[in-house]
């Protein structure tokens, strides 16, 4: 059984870091890929940052230049390191990890709040 415990988030000022690690444990054998997501109060969830196998990245338009997506793959960790933070950004993040086709793993989420 495939497990991802979040870590890093709380309560930031506008214009600050938080780096969120995520780190997955249990049948992993390969990933194919792993990202980031995010859904405030209303909203959608949304994909921030995403990292293939190959070393693809993707960020969305809102975040790109502040935020960066890096994994360890010795560890099986996604890290999301979100620097000049905006009011905007509050939301619940979410990682993601895909071992394949339709093989979804979440975590169970972790608060971001930044205060202006």
């Known amino acids: 059984q495939v497990q991802l415990v979040e870590s890093g988030g709380g309560l930031v000022q506008a214009g600050g870091s938080l780096r969120l690690s995520c780190a997955a444990s249990?049948?992993?054998?390969?990933?194919?890929?792993m990202g980031w997501y995010r859904q405030a109060p209303g909203k959608q969830r949304e994909l921030v940052a995403a990292?293939?196998?190959?070393?693809?990245?993707n960020y969305a338009d809102s975040v790109k230049g502040r935020f960066t997506i890096s994994r360890d793959n010795a560890k099986n960790t996604v890290y999301l390191q979100m620097t000049s933070l905006k009011p905007e950004d509050t939301a619940v993040y979410y990682c993601?990890?895909?071992?394949?086709?339709?093989?979804?793993?979440w975590g169970q989420g972790t608060q971001v709040t930044v205060s202006s």
């Open positions: 993601k990890i895909e071992l394949g086709p339709a093989i979804d793993y």
């Open positions: 249990g049948s992993i054998f390969s990933i194919n890929a």
């Open positions: 990292i293939t196998s190959g070393g693809s990245i």
